[in-house]
């Protein structure tokens, strides 16, 4: 029988709480599929500065390289905003995404059903929205080198600083996360739109040359688009559904996929999967994280929905090991549980429902499975 | 008396049309209140392309040094699309806001009562919104070298080439916009929200530093409050009303402003204003267009909204001339027209209205002034 292996690093605010219950849902695959996982569990983010002096120690990091897939809860807090740079918790996070090579961030942006007054946009908008970003995530402006803040005395600055950072893709980094994009869209709607300011960045002519080679020799059969980022922008909160999937860079995706994700209204519902190149066993190196942050506001307090987190775990059974079945099942107990009106708080609408706390809802999800 | 000196660069696709609405506007300002402009009128983007070869000719770039304001259409097409980098329609533009040294971009996203179910959002979310965003104009990623595409053979792109654009900022550019920006918020709601990526870019530490420092030693009475763009972006769907006066930089402004002028729904009213610094007479170099782009599909058709153009012209009244009254009644003008049903294409809804062509909707506004 294949083990699976999963480090689980639960991180700050309510990741603990959220990974409490993915670890439910672990048990019951455990016991009722005959699904073999050993976990570990470690530190990352503030709670890794608070032991160890910093956002990853070292162990961790070897201990990601070493398992089958990472499954990471939230990293930040305001207690950690005035670290120095090098050790702010976020830093935890970079580096496991940079030394993993997690090139592929994949973002869906889902409506469901049952929430969609939650969103602040119109439900004829958003009602059945179901678009898929992927953000490249090991390069641009978040890695490239030169990068710092230093002393500068140019005309009009005399006495001052200067801070710079460098937006840097090549070819290769390009293209890879484009035939991520290609793939995932042949098992969709069969077409992707990429998003860049090529009118105003070289960088950005790069991304739009290289991905559309990539179309031309290796996926002809999808329909690309290309669109510059401010438009895309735009065009996300004026009729989201245009689009099937998006392809872009670190930065742009960052901005681009929170607002895809708030429109939905259903934040709290949203996983990703950060995928790098295939390992010696076939499966991709893999992270798995809820799009939320780490909420301080609500932390420890049991209020927290631990379904982004669950629906994480859902994206780790399909991407990582080839699980669709577990993965659909896993899925429609969420769903089956939402139709039944349980409600953590960030779902408690005027139609009102079954309050629930994040631990009630855990169970619920394992009873639905 | 007084004359105001004007250059007109209506550019490409609807650009002269809505201008030419502009003219009357300015037209009736001579005739009826006294003012006198002086007006000159040339050629930017694919328009000064097509007759210099490039999209911005050294005199227009000298005359537009020269007057008190430069009132600007729209570039861009889908003609130009193939043209190398440098000669782009965009980068008329783009010099023409380095050259003149326009650093402070500021954009309202105002959502017109009459308008307001224009918006993808809901009524009760965006009713009323009235946020100004100041962007950064001259510097960050737009400007920062080096830049450009070269070939490049590190491991992983053998054969490759890599595209470098540098985002860079100095103390003095992230001051001297962020005194504008507090500036304004003491003539509106007096809260400034700054926006940057601090977790993962320097140059956004240092942004963060710059912007709390002028505040504490110049602007203490003002509120500030700082956030990381990708969640500003979030916030700006979820409730954008929370917002007063957002100061950026020169991408993510370019980014959060589009995603803010679409939640309004009226994308075809929303001017801007780019100011620099005070000249000799004490005015601030200034270039004032809509937010819009040229819309290429509907050019030439008398189909275009010329408001945002009209609007725009208004805030070189206040802005460049402290013609507050007279921008005051040109934008009341405006509400009339609009309360009176008046609808060019892109304002006909589901409540009807008088359907009227670019240039009749111009002749209501000056009927109505
Ligand atoms: C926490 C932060 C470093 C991170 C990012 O900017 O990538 C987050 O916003 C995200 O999108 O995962
Ligand atoms: C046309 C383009 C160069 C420009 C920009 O990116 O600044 C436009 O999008 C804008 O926001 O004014």
């Given at each position: 029988?294949?083990?699976?292996?999963?480090?689980?690093?639960p991180?700050?605010?309510i990741?603990?709480?959220v990974?409490?219950?993915?670890r439910?849902?672990?048990g019951?695959f455990q016991?009722?599929?005959?699904l073999?996982?050993?976990v570990s569990?470690?530190?990352?983010?503030?709670?890794?500065?608070?032991?160890?002096?910093?956002?990853l120690a070292d162990?961790t990091?070897?201990?990601?390289?070493?398992v089958?897939?990472?499954l990471?809860?939230a990293?930040?807090g305001p207690?950690?905003?005035?670290l120095d740079f090098s050790?702010?918790?976020?830093?935890?996070?970079?580096r496991l995404?940079?030394?993993m090579?997690?090139f592929?961030n994949l973002?869906p942006a889902q409506?469901f059903d049952a929430?969609?007054?939650?969103s602040?946009l119109k439900r004829e908008?958003?009602?059945?929205?179901?678009i898929?970003?992927?953000r490249?995530?090991?390069s641009?402006?978040?890695?490239?080198?030169?990068?710092?803040?230093?002393e500068?005395?140019?005309p009009?600055?005399?006495g001052?600083?200067v801070g710079?950072n460098t937006q840097?893709?090549?070819?290769?980094?390009?293209?890879?996360?484009?035939?991520?994009?290609f793939e995932?869209?042949?098992?969709r709607?069969n077409r992707v739109c990429?998003m860049e300011?090529?009118n105003?960045?070289?960088?950005?002519?790069?991304?739009r040359e290289?991905?559309?080679w990539?179309?031309d020799n290796e996926?002809?059969?999808?329909?690309?688009?290309?669109?510059?980022?401010?438009?895309?922008a735009m065009?996300?909160?004026?009729?989201p559904?245009?689009?099937?999937?998006?392809v872009?860079?670190?930065l742009f995706?960052?901005?681009?996929?929170?607002a895809?994700?708030m429109?939905?209204?259903?934040l709290?519902?949203?996983?990703?999967?950060s995928?790098g190149a295939p390992?010696?066993?076939?499966?991709?190196k893999a992270?798995?994280?809820?799009?939320?942050?780490?909420?301080?506001?609500?932390a420890?307090?049991g209020k927290a929905?631990?379904?982004?987190?669950?629906?994480?775990?859902?994206?780790?059974?399909r991407?990582?090991f080839?699980?669709?079945?577990?993965a659909?099942l896993?899925e429609?107990a969420v769903e089956?549980?939402?139709a039944?009106?349980?409600?953590t708080g960030d779902?408690m609408?005027?139609?009102?429902?079954k309050?629930?706390?994040?631990?009630e809802?855990?169970?619920?999800?394992?009873a639905?499975l």
């Amino acid at each position: 029988m294949t083990t699976y292996s999963l480090l689980i690093l639960p991180g700050d605010g309510i990741g603990p709480e959220v990974m409490a219950e993915v670890r439910k849902v672990i048990g019951w695959f455990q016991n009722n599929r005959g699904l073999s996982f050993e976990v570990s569990e470690d530190l990352v983010g503030g709670a890794a500065y608070d032991k160890y002096g910093k956002p990853l120690a070292d162990e961790t990091m070897a201990k990601a390289q070493a398992v089958d897939a990472v499954l990471l809860g939230a990293v930040g807090g305001p207690k950690y905003d005035n670290l120095d740079f090098s050790v702010k918790p976020e830093r935890g996070l970079l580096r496991l995404r940079k030394e993993m090579d997690l090139f592929a961030n994949l973002r869906p942006a889902q409506c469901f059903d049952a929430l969609a007054d939650f969103s602040s946009l119109k439900r004829e908008v958003v009602a059945g929205l179901d678009i898929l970003i992927v953000r490249e995530l090991t390069s641009g402006v978040y890695f490239g080198e030169p990068r710092g803040i230093s002393e500068d005395n140019t005309p009009g600055n005399e006495g001052g600083r200067v801070g710079v950072n460098t937006q840097r893709y090549t070819s290769g980094e390009i293209r890879r996360v484009a035939r991520s994009a290609f793939e995932l869209a042949r098992k969709r709607g069969n077409r992707v739109c990429s998003m860049e300011k090529a009118n105003v960045m070289e960088s950005g002519i790069l991304w739009r040359e290289e991905v559309q080679w990539v179309h031309d020799n290796e996926y002809p059969d999808v329909e690309l688009s290309h669109m510059y980022a401010d438009n895309g922008a735009m065009q996300l909160v004026r009729n989201p559904r245009q689009f099937d999937v998006i392809v872009t860079d670190n930065l742009f995706g960052d901005i681009l996929s929170d607002a895809a994700a708030m429109l939905t209204g259903s934040l709290g519902m949203l996983p990703s999967a950060s995928l790098g190149a295939p390992m010696e066993n076939g499966r991709p190196k893999a992270l798995y994280e809820p799009v939320h942050g780490s909420a301080p506001d609500i932390a420890g307090q049991g209020k927290a929905n631990p379904i982004a987190c669950i629906l994480s775990f859902a994206m780790c059974l399909r991407y990582s090991f080839g699980l669709g079945a577990e993965a659909d099942l896993l899925e429609k107990a969420v769903e089956k549980v939402l139709a039944d009106g349980v409600r953590t708080g960030d779902l408690m609408g005027a139609e009102g429902g079954k309050p629930v706390s994040t631990a009630e809802m855990g169970d619920h999800i394992v009873a639905a499975l």
